[in-house]
């Protein structure tokens, strides 16, 4: 098919690739520089696979001087920049362009500081989420956010889409768990925003850069919180004969004040498939699954687990099952965490979808998704961050089947947009990218986004920085600013008027 409409290649960019590539080579020595249509094809798409641009040439730079010179060198020719981290996107925000250049950050992957006493990590933003775990679990750390893809997601791909996870309930987004970042604005310039202190003053602009998949900046370091593991974490499964049961039961244990680690649903298609892939002992005669963990003081633990299995009982729970240890507990987990690929098992392809709603609308959206299902001909498999309201609709299909992928990307719109009309939002951590880019009129009506494109402005007046995604239409910068007349003359005059 032919995808989502993308700004049109520049021909005089395309023109000069040659010696775009040659000055790229300049800046970026050795082996930084990929320009050989095989060789980029590895770069042509990143989670969302449907669709596929290989880039005007790949660059991975190790340095912040040289994402520094290379955005400088693109702004003053007009050359568009695309960033990539690790390419896990699941809403084409990395989908590169005919004319642009890639900007893949995987080589900056160290970590730089780890600070026990502030309890800050500071790490390039080519290090994957787990890789920060794993540098501090021995003095008994962890970093808390931790998305399904968290082996292979970067932690500057994490800043960019604002990641969440199966903890992100009680511990927060990214946005939550990020103290500070170092970034190259698109004319060269390097600024810093934050540090390892709690907070500063003036406008949150590292709010601003949390979740702005690469339209604002490209950064190059990251500081994030590091939390101390809880002295106990216990997780329990529990069985419910329908969504809507279990579903009522993560709205009670919210509304009673109980607030666990990670509440997790899912719905006996991706049961059963988590289970015949990771063996996690699952039960297999239910319609849905709860995964509550419990973490803090044994006492406490101990407390809120019986007042969980209290709740679910009322609301007519048939299984429940406790982890007796932490390899127990993790076994939980891996079931969770091993949905996605585990469902690739049953279905030629997926399409995995990002909606945010309110708890209490869960039944009703569950019920809409099983009316979409017959209507569509499609299957679909759930997997919720059920805490928070963050749905991850699995919609079954196969691409060689004609018209099976468009049937697909109607069912997740349809999806999205009843999120939409009982008070949820398009997406709570994957992004919009070019995947929910044209929905977002159905949330935002046009001064709203025409407010949001002016922030894209103060920071990238030319529109250099990942063109095509997130808006469903740019203006020039100039036709947003109010016409101020000088002394008779309108400023930017060359600039055509509508």
């Known amino acids: 098919m032919s995808g989502p409409a993308m700004p049109k290649p520049d021909q005089a960019t395309l023109a000069r690739r040659e010696e775009i590539v040659a000055d790229m080579r300049v800046i970026v020595p050795g082996e930084g520089v990929v320009d050989a249509v095989n060789s980029m094809r590895a770069f042509e798409s990143d989670g969302l696979t449907a669709y596929r641009q290989l880039p005007l040439v790949v660059v991975l730079p190790e340095t912040t001087a040289q994402v520094s010179r290379i955005l400088k060198y693109c702004s003053d020719r007009n050359i568009r920049v695309v960033p990539r981290g690790s390419g896990t996107s699941l809403s084409g925000g990395a989908l590169p362009l005919e004319d642009a250049v890639l900007l893949v950050m995987s080589r900056f992957n160290r970590i730089l500081d780890i600070d026990y006493a502030n309890r800050a990590v500071v790490a390039q933003p080519g290090v994957t989420n787990l890789g920060i775990t794993k540098a501090v679990e021995e003095e008994g750390f962890y970093y808390a956010p931790d998305p399904s893809s968290q082996i292979a997601c970067s932690i500057g791909g994490n800043v960019a889409e604002n990641s969440g996870g199966v903890h992100c309930l009680k511990y927060g987004l990214t946005a939550n768990n990020v103290l500070g970042i170092e970034m190259v604005l698109m004319d060269g310039e390097v600024v810093r925003l934050g540090g390892k202190h709690l907070d500063a003053e003036g406008y949150d ?294």
């Open 205 to 498: 602009l590292l709010g601003l850069m949390t979740g702005s998949e690469g339209l604002l900046g490209v950064v190059t370091e990251v500081t994030v919180r590091i939390l101390q593991a809880p002295e106990t974490a216990r997780a329990m499964l529990v069985g419910f004969p329908s969504s809507e049961e279990a579903g009522q039961c993560v709205a009670d244990i919210i509304g009673v004040g109980i607030i666990p680690g990670g509440m997790e649903m899912m719905d006996r298609p991706a049961i059963h498939a988590a289970e015949d892939f990771v063996h996690a002992g699952y039960p297999l005669d239910v319609e849905a699954l709860l995964i509550v963990e419990l973490d803090g003081p044994q006492a406490e633990v101990d407390h809120l687990l019986s007042r969980v299995e209290e709740i679910a009982a009322k609301n007519g729970a048939t299984t429940s099952r406790v982890s007796n240890s932490d390899t127990e507990r993790a076994a939980f987990w891996a079931g969770r965490k091993a949905a996605f690929p585990a469902v690739g098992r049953i279905s030629p392809d997926y399409y995995c979808m990002d909606g945010t709603i309110p708890r209490k609308e869960l039944p009703k959206v569950l019920a809409g998704m099983r009316e979409m299902s017959e209507k569509y001909g499609l299957r679909v498999a759930n997997v919720f961050h059920a805490g928070d309201g963050n749905l991850h609709p699995l919609i079954l299909y196969d691409a060689n089947q004609p018209g099976e992928l468009e049937r697909a990307e109607d069912f997740g719109a349809d999806i999205l947009k009843l999120c939409v009309a009982v008070g949820g939002v398009l997406t709570g951590e994957h992004g919009v990218g070019v995947e929910k880019r044209d929905l977002m009129p159905e949330m935002f009506t046009e001064a709203d986004l025409n407010q949001q494109i002016r922030v894209k402005c103060a920071f990238d007046p030319e529109h250099l920085l990942n063109p095509g995604k997130v808006f469903p239409q740019l203006h020039r910068c100039a036709e947003l600013g109010r016409m101020h007349i000088h002394r008779g003359k309108m400023p930017f005059p060359d600039i055509p008027r509508f």
